[in-house]
């Protein structure tokens, strides 16, 4: 006999698993963490077992889990497909997504092309910033959507991807031989900076800022000339330039996190498939990255 999901349980489920946290999700869903938590609960009971377990950093699906989740989430994709047609809800509207710098032409531009090509009349606004900034513009309300990269022991938001911290020179430059080492940031609220900074002074190594706050493509400039050494994360080097080795001499940086952050209210039909597109981006990019 067939048995049925609910999918106010899938929704719940699919919350804490983004957020790592039940009362993150809570605040997300507009419930209390005890009601979360009873829905987790009656999810665990009705497949047979614990859906999460718990580290370092939150709450983490088990084996049962992550077979659950993928699948939940294409279950809600599609519940919210049907209930948009039957309704006339269209996908429309508009949906302000902030992103850093460094993450625009590698992943999110053509994921971005491909939304707006899907639904024409979505208003999309893309905001390019640092890190910290877009994550208290997403606190103040003033976005839909946010990536933001942070250190992963820290990180608050919906986790999309973990990767290194590297450094950067020109193919075949000397600049990472200077002293002081010459430092190319985007902008002095890099959230790089503090780890660059912590790295050097670990080293001993004396710096000097080749300049600030002239965005990317001055820092890809400076740093093409071998005027100056960045640190980007290791998916975003471009091909023209070179991830320095370790017999460079330069410090071990650490990895960060890009995750995928939300305001407290609810989203609408379109922020929700973006959102929705980006995830499925960035689980794409693992699988070939």
């Not at 996190?257 to 959102?275: I, K, M, W």
Request: some cysteine; proline content about 7%; charged content about 20%.
């Amino acid at each position: 006999m067939p048995r049925n999901l609910d999918t106010t349980l899938l929704r719940s489920f699919a919350v804490v698993a983004d957020h790592a946290s039940m009362t993150a999700a809570a605040q997300n869903l507009n419930l209390t963490q005890g009601a979360v938590s009873q829905q987790i609960a009656r999810l665990e009971a009705l497949v047979g077992g614990p859906l999460f377990i718990r580290d370092r950093s939150g709450l983490r699906p088990t084996a049962l889990g992550e077979r659950l989740l993928g699948k939940s989430r294409r279950l809600l994709a599609l519940n919210d497909e049907i209930w948009a047609d039957i309704t006339g809800g269209a996908i429309d509207g508009p949906v302000r997504i902030g992103v850093p710098y460094d993450l625009v032409a590698p992943c999110i531009a053509p994921m971005l092309r491909s939304f707006t090509t899907a639904f024409p009349k979505v208003e999309l606004t893309l905001i390019c910033g640092s890190s910290p900034e877009l994550a208290g513009r997403i606190g103040d309300g003033d976005l839909d959507l946010a990536l933001v990269e942070e250190p992963v022991e820290a990180a608050q938001g919906e986790h999309l991807l973990i990767d290194r911290l590297v450094w950067v020179g020109a193919r075949g430059g000397s600049a990472y031989a200077a002293t002081p080492l010459p430092l190319s940031l985007v902008v002095e609220t890099c959230v790089f900076r503090p780890a660059v900074m912590a790295a050097l002074r670990r080293q001993g190594r004396d710096w000097r800022s080749m300049f600030e706050n002239g965005g990317l493509d001055a820092t890809f400039a400076t740093v093409r000339m071998d005027l100056a050494v960045s640190a980007w994360l290791a998916f975003t080097v471009p091909p023209d330039l070179e991830i320095l080795p370790a017999d460079s001499g330069l410090p071990d940086l650490p990895s960060f996190a890009v995750t995928l952050h939300r305001p407290v209210r609810t989203p609408s039909l379109a922020a929700a498939e973006l959102a929705r597109q980006i995830r499925d981006a960035f689980a794409r990019f693992k699988r070939t990255g």
